[in-house]
């Protein structure tokens, strides 16, 4: 029934002197100490410690100066002991090594490897350290091809020489795919005829069929363990001569550009074998 005798309730009891501050930003008012203001305050007790050292700092570089005015002996220049420097290139590279070194060492607390069990192209020294730039005449291309034990195995497609050695058991010999080292063999990457196409010649391929090339071209580039070592120089190829006959002759007619794009089914079988390659 309080509230029958008391209707406007109970008046607030006005804070305790000593838990009072001037408000820093308005001298009139008085501000509780309560914990909602207590960053605010702190931050201007701060301010005013900052502003306190500069003076000092200001009063003693005027000392200073007049010392040098009278020929005095001084000692070096004392900096600002309240200037906010900025971040140069120096602190920036700093705050970036120490990010990385964070996140290596976070990757192998929770995964066991320092890379997050990133196994890529892009964890390989020989990605930033490439070999592109040598030359290959076809003649030396073939001593690349598995007979030499000592030599690393060399495959090209379209001129572009990739060192497939990681993958011996395919491409080493009694490989399912040996006969495609030593030689560039592009115009097999596109008619999937692996075993009489082992020639360099694209002419009469379809639109199809010439895409083909330029996957299995990106595949050997980008693959995770395979590396471009450079380029081989091809001979001219003769217009004159006789264009290499497809292995298939249902698709020999698909194979000219004339007639449209090839038989999708080849590409099939070009998946099929992609996880061997």
Not at 26 to 44: E, G, H, I, S, W
Not at 105 to 128: H, Q
Not at 149 to 170: E, I
């Amino acid at each position: 029934m309080s509230w029958i005798l008391n209707p406007d309730g109970d008046t607030p009891k006005p804070p305790a002197e000593d838990n009072l501050v001037q408000d820093p930003s308005d001298p009139t008012r008085m501000v509780t100490k309560k914990a909602a203001n207590q960053p605010f305050l702190a931050y201007v007790q701060y301010r005013e410690k900052q502003e306190q050292e500069h003076q000092a700092w200001l009063e003693r570089k005027r000392e200073r100066e007049e010392k040098l005015a009278k020929g005095e002996e001084v000692g070096p220049e004392e900096e600002d002991p309240t200037a906010e420097h900025e971040v140069g290139f120096l602190g920036l590279m700093k705050f970036i090594v120490y990010l990385i070194l964070f996140v290596v060492v976070a990757g192998k607390f929770f995964t066991g490897s320092f890379l997050w069990e990133y196994d890529g192209k892009w964890a390989r020294l020989k990605t930033y350290w490439p070999n592109s730039g040598r030359l290959f005449s076809e003649t030396y291309l073939a001593t690349f091809d598995g007979s030499d034990p000592t030599k690393p195995l060399y495959l090209a497609v379209d001129g572009d020489v990739f060192d497939v050695s990681s993958n011996a058991r395919t491409y080493g010999p009694g490989g399912p795919y040996h006969h495609m080292v030593g030689v560039d063999a592009a115009r097999s990457f596109g008619t999937g005829c692996f075993a009489t196409h082992r020639t360099h010649d694209l002419r009469g391929l379809s639109e199809n069929e010439l895409r083909g090339v330029q996957h299995w071209k990106k595949f050997f580039a980008e693959h995770k363990t395979y590396n471009k070592v450079g380029r081989v120089l091809h001979h001219p190829i003769d217009p004159e001569s006789p264009i290499p006959k497809h292995c298939d002759p249902k698709k020999e007619q698909t194979s000219h550009p004339t007639t449209g794009d090839a038989d999708p089914s080849s590409h099939s079988k070009a998946k099929s074998i992609r996880e061997e390659l």
